[in-house]
């Protein structure tokens, strides 16, 4: 089993900044790729941030240049920096890793977190 475990959000006014963290734990074998991805209401998740294992980030042309992933690889953490946030910002934020279980090797599968609510409002 993998677990991961977010932390960070709330209400934060348009211009301000967040913290997301995302802990994971379980019979993680091996990472190959972890990320976040949000969900507005009314809209299909999409991929706001990934860090390839040994690869350069990607992000989404929305967050370029107000966002910044990164990792603790001791701690088995994926940190989402967001700076100058605005209202198109609000959404639901989930942690994705991309991993081999040790209970499911050799096979990689996609794990999610529960989802962190990010809600940017004066």
């Known amino acids: 089993q993998v677990q991961l475990v977010e932390s960070g959000g709330g209400l934060v006014q348009p211009g301000g900044s967040l913290r997301l963290s995302c802990a994971a734990s379980?019979?993680?074998?091996?990472?190959?790729?972890l990320g976040w991805y949000r969900q507005a209401p009314g809209k299909q998740r999409e991929l706001v941030a990934a860090?390839?294992?040994?690869?350069?980030?990607n992000y989404a042309d929305s967050v370029k240049g107000r966002f910044t992933i990164s990792r603790d690889n001791a701690k088995n953490t994926v940190y989402l920096q967001m700076n100058s946030l605005k209202p198109e910002d609000t959404a639901v934020y989930y942690c994705w890793l991309n991993a081999i279980a040790s209970s499911s090797w050799p096979l990689r599968g996609d794990y999610w977190g529960q989802g962190t609510q990010v809600t940017v409002s004066s």
């Open positions: 379980g019979d993680i074998f091996s990472i190959y790729e």
């Open positions: 860090l390839p294992a040994g690869g350069s980030t």
